[in-house]
């Protein structure tokens, strides 16, 4: 029991702090509005960016545990990666050139900083069911 009601969980507190972010970076709401005006909107359309990303990382992920039945896995070969120079909780946000069954595709993700993939890596993606973005899912291993 926390100070003032029930302690949140760690996934919560996660949650909370994602969608604190995502208003900075859209500049909604208060802090959205005082960010902006003191980071000025360049950098809050960086952050807008950055969450972006890693809410599509975490799509992927989620996808690739427990993908839901009728969800399309494909694997992807990685023909070049570029750095962004951003990145969320050290993991860094790339771009990706994928061969996906030879047609050329360009994924801007957020990887693991244990896992970033190399050119010539097989890596898995699949569709966002709910805008059809290609998400990234991780390495193929």
């Keep these: 029991m926390g100070l003032f009601g029930r302690k949140k969980s760690d996934e919560e507190r996660v949650e909370d702090a994602m969608r604190t972010a995502e208003k900075i970076g859209q500049g909604r ?3 959205g509005g005082l960010a ?3 980071m000025g909107s360049e950098n809050t359309d960086k952050v807008r960016d950055a969450m ?3 809410r599509a990382g975490q799509a992927g992920m ?6 839901p039945a009728g969800t399309d896995v494909r694997t992807a ?13 050290g993991n860094p946000i790339v771009q990706l050139e994928l061969d996906l069954e030879g047609q050329a595709v360009t994924l801007r993700t957020m990887v693991s900083r244990l896992q970033i993939p190399r050119a010539g ?17 991780g390495p193929a291993s």
Excluded: C
Excluded at 62 to 67: C, E, K, L, R, V
Excluded at 77 to 89: E, F, H, K, L, R
């Design 29 to 31: 709401g208060l802090t």
């Design 36 to 38: 902006r005006l003191v």
């Design 52 to 54: 972006q990303a890693a």
């Design 62 to 67: 989620a996808g690739m545990a427990g993908a």
């Design 77 to 89: 070969a990685v023909t070049a990666i570029a750095d962004t120079g951003q990145s969320v909780n």
């Design 121 to 137: 890596d097989t890596v898995h993606v699949m569709r966002n069911p709910v805008d059809g973005a290609l998400l990234y899912g």
